[in-house]
């Protein structure tokens, strides 16, 4: 029950100053579990199916949370086109919001690309549904959900 009371406040709070919410952690402000948003794009890291952790050496606030990166480079990358590689909802479950389940915190170690945009996952099943099934569709759901709350 703490989870949810916790991520129910976060999410207004958030979305009283205007911004979207981001996945991040429960004792502070580290999105998607402090993994490098940038570097799930490098063609090694996707063919590995490897999640790479950042540093807090190599912090960017954006949108009310840290993102950690691994090196300088991916921090200037993602500071100069965030849109380009924060994940998909910002990281909070995509199958949790196909499933309109609400806004599920993930930490970065589950996710998948779909067509060109990251998608993070709270558990390998949910990442399976969507591999397994109608990928598209479970997008429409999930786009509809994350915009009603978004926009409120």
């Known amino acids: 029950m703490f989870r949810y009371i916790t991520l129910t406040t976060l999410v207004l709070c958030t979305l009283q100053i205007g911004a979207a919410p981001v996945s991040k952690s429960y004792w502070g402000d580290k999105a998607i579990g402090g993994h490098d948003s940038v570097a799930y794009h490098q063609p090694a890291n996707q063919q590995e199916h490897k999640a790479l952790k950042g540093n807090k050496r190599f912090l960017v606030q954006y949108q009310a ?22 994940p998909t909802y910002n990281g909070f479950c995509a199958n949790a919001l ?14 998948e690309f779909f067509g060109d945009e990251l998608f993070l996952f709270y558990a390998q099943r949910g990442r399976q549904r969507w591999l397994k099934g109608e990928w598209q569709e479970y997008r429409k759901v999930a786009d509809s959900a994350w915009t009603s709350i978004v926009d409120g």
Do not use: H, I
């Not at 990166?69 to 849109?83: G, H, L, M, R, V």
């Not at 196909?98 to 996710?111: I, K, M, P, R, Y």
């Open 65 to 86: 949370a840290n993102w950690y990166f691994a090196s300088q480079e991916s921090a200037d990358k993602f500071k100069s086109d965030p849109d380009k590689y924060k």
């Open 98 to 111: 196909s499933l309109n389940e609400g806004l599920v915190a993930t930490d970065g170690q589950v996710w």
